[in-house]
């Protein structure tokens, strides 16, 4: 496990605040899952917390965005955003075509009273998290 830096701008915690309670333990489960690996990940050294959009959303020196959030207008889901010019949501269709659900080519959607499948999830985010060290592997090292 790396000696991870976390830089947390303090404005996220507020749209943490800002979710109905059970959506706040579903998305506070995902940013969990995400400093967890980030954490659990050699090449990451240090992981930005910040607001892209309006969104919590996790910075890696080599890496792809994240972004998690939960919209009033789809109460029953929160998802996981990637940024859709990269491979990653494209790859993760391949792989894990029966796992999740998706949006396009820039998230994965987790059913609000679903339970979400840690291992594959955290195979994502190690490839977010690196993208720009893997994203010349087929099925970027996955």
């Known amino acids: 496990m790396s000696a991870l ?9 507020s ?3 800002g979710y109905p309670e059970p959506v706040r333990k579903k998305v506070d489960s995902l940013r969990n899952l995400i400093i967890e690996t980030a954490k659990e990940t050699e090449e990451v ?5 910040t607001l892209k959009w309006g969104e919590p959303s996790f910075i890696t020196k080599k890496g792809s965005t994240i972004r998690i959030d939960w919209k009033e207008k ?4 929160y998802a996981m955003y990637f940024q859709c010019t990269s491979k990653l949501v494209t790859t993760f269709r391949v792989l894990y075509k029966d796992t999740f659900q998706f949006e396009g080519n820039r998230a994965i959607i987790f059913p609000i009273n679903s339970i979400i499948p840690k291992k594959e999830v955290k195979k994502c985010i190690k490839a977010a998290l690196i993208y720009h060290t893997i994203k010349h592997l087929p099925t970027l090292g996955i």
């Not at 789809?74 to 889901?77: D, L, R, T």
Request: negative net charge; charged residues 20%.
């Open 74 to 77: 789809q109460p029953n889901q």
């Open 15 to 17: 749209v943490y605040l």
């Open 5 to 13: 830096h976390i830089i947390t701008n303090p404005k996220v915690e």
């Open 45 to 49: 050294s240090s992981l930005e917390e």
